[in-house]
């Protein structure tokens, strides 16, 4: 019997959710606000409601200049390279299938540069399990007719946004340690908004449409996807193999189609079920655990 927690064990399929369901919620927040402008606000509203709880509990913060360096990089790399590229990318142009297929890779990377970088040794069926992964998540891009990659300058925030993600999860492996949520997701924000703020300022008009549809798209972003998703992703990380983690963004993809079709209108083709049969059956075998002997 499994010695894990019972949120451990739902944490993959409620990450997934979370995650997934944020690049559709994004993409309406993109219609009301510019990229920048949109992940300045988030993350500033996230640090607004983390403010009383860490004023009433008071958490234990990093100890040592190096502790508050490695969380701050964690959230440089996924808060600032990884949504900003994305958001940027999203913008400029490239499709939601282009940038879909060049961060797939994710898994590909850290399978890659795990066994040097955190000592984590990649199993034959779990390279299986990727490769399949991989074909499924690019079966349900191109059902959607969505991999046009619009410009270079999209395209290479996208690459950015790809080693971003990649660098952040396994800079975590290595080098993170187990700090309260509070602390670490108010320095990881804090490091976000410290980023966006200004370029959004020197580069856009930070206007916004307010209306009851982006307060919606607002409060999903910062509750959903900055608060329960990334500190879901960043536990998994610390506590289950950092290529099994990664092999769940195959699963984005799909998932992300799944809810475009009731958020956004976009149907989802019969071949793209096939996609995610494929993808879900290859993140399971890149997800299985080792027999306990």
């Given at each position: 019997?499994?010695?894990r927690p019972l949120w451990l064990i739902a944490a993959p399929s409620v990450f997934l959710i979370l995650w997934s369901a944020g690049f559709a919620v994004a993409k309406l927040g993109l219609q009301h606000a510019n990229p920048m402008t949109l992940l300045a606000l988030r993350?500033?509203?996230v640090l607004v409601v983390l403010a009383p709880f860490a004023l009433v509990l008071r958490p234990p913060l990093p100890r040592g200049w190096r502790a508050w360096a490695d969380v701050a990089l964690v959230g440089f790399l996924i808060q600032v390279c990884y949504f900003g590229l994305c958001y940027i990318a999203f913008k400029s142009g490239v499709s939601a299938g282009g940038v879909a297929i060049i961060v797939c890779l994710q898994p590909i990377l850290v399978a890659l540069i795990a066994p040097h970088f955190v000592a984590e040794s990649v199993s034959p069926s779990a390279w299986a399990g990727l490769a399949l992964g991989l074909a499924g998540a690019v079966i349900v891009i191109l059902s959607r007719s969505a991999v046009e990659a619009g410009n270079s300058f999209g395209i290479l925030c996208t690459i950015g946004a790809l080693f971003g993600i990649t660098g952040g999860t396994l800079y975590e492996k290595r080098f993170g340690v187990s700090h309260h949520p509070i602390a670490s997701n108010?320095?990881?924000?804090?490091?976000?908004?410290a980023f966006c703020l200004p370029v959004a300022w020197a580069t856009e008009s930070l206007h916004i449409d307010w209306n009851?549809?982006?307060?919606?798209?607002?409060?999903?972003?910062?509750?959903?996807?900055?608060l329960l998703a990334m500190s879901?992703?960043?536990?998994?990380?610390?506590?289950?193999?950092?290529?099994?983690?990664?092999?769940?963004?195959y699963l984005v993809p799909a998932f992300s189609a799944l809810f475009?079709?009731?958020i956004l209108g976009e149907a989802m083709p019969p071949l793209a079920w096939v996609g995610m049969a494929l993808a879900g059956a290859g993140v399971a075998m890149a997800s299985r655990r080792k027999p306990q002997v």
């Open positions: 019997m499994s010695n993350y500033v509203c108010m320095i990881q924000y804090a490091v976000g908004a009851l549809e982006f307060a919606g798209v607002l409060a999903y972003l910062v509750l959903g996807n900055s879901l992703l960043l536990a998994m990380i610390r506590l289950g193999e950092v290529s099994r983690v990664s092999a769940l963004f475009a079709w009731p």
